[in-house]
């Protein structure tokens, strides 16, 4: 099956915001890059600089429909894009695998670990999720994930209730459950994306533990976690969903929000829920909120 490029054209104020829409509408895989001949100084240390004028690049599977993914990603940037967004056509190669090639066991807080398949982690306590993201967003390399990892691993999860809102790969789903989660419902509007979560959570061992469900499907009573890793503009939108969703004293954890966006998704759900200040992890941040 051939493979779908998505190349647009951006602000670098711009690009992470649309590296994450990448990811979130199906991308396999995205990278930015120079759109003209700015060089770039040797950074200070924890700088990511940008160029002014960054390429952001997406592979989509062939079967993805080009209108809609251009409408999609008008709406969400809610603006045309048209003129700046080209799409080319790859031969098929095994691209999940390649770049599986590369990735390594990663460490999130003092005893949870992201590792591929068939790779061993040295540590006695060490909780382990073994992940194959497939075609589906989410493998811990994103600020956006390493922040909803790390929250995981230093809270006390045992017993809890849990939606996974946006599941992506199922990395937040498996990694609550095997941290002491009672259960987890994930539920994404990609296909993709919840086969891709059923699959981890079989591997993991914790598919008893793991509902799946459709979006209009969701419990009926409200759960002691929500977590949501989504978009700024999606999570405001939800916010109504959400709160239903959180039981009185119950947690939610917003994540997929800028720096500069925090204060407004905060401020769209400081009447439902008590907000904590934002943790932030280069230019994303996570927000903790608890039902009133």
Known sequence: MPWIQ???????????????LFEHLGALSTTLEDAEDEPLLEPKPGELPLWKLTRVTGLFAGDIDSDELRQRINQTLKRDVTRSLALEVLEDQAWERAWL??????S???????????RHVEQDDAIVVELDPGLAFGTGTHPTTALCLQWLDRTPLEGLELIDFGCGSGILAVAALKLGAKRVYATDHDPQAMQATVANA?????????????????PGHPVDLVLANILAGTLIELKEQLTRLTRPGGRIILSGILSEQAQMVSDAYAEAFSMQPPRQQEEWVLLEGTRK
């Not at 647009?8 to 915001?17: E, M, N, R």
């Not at 090639?101 to 990663?106: I, K, S, W």
């Not at 003092?110 to 068939?118: A, D, H, K, Y």
Request: aromatic share 6%; charged share 25%; hydrophobic share 35%.
């Open 6 to 20: 998505a190349h647009l054209t951006t602000s670098k104020d711009q690009a992470p915001l649309i590296e994450l």
């Open 101 to 106: 090639d590369n990735f390594h066991a990663m």
């Open 108 to 118: 999130f807080g003092r005893r949870l670990w992201i590792c591929p398949q068939g």
């Open 202 to 218: 079989e591997k993991n061992g914790v598919l008893e533990r793991l509902q799946p469900c459709d979006p209009a499907d969701l």
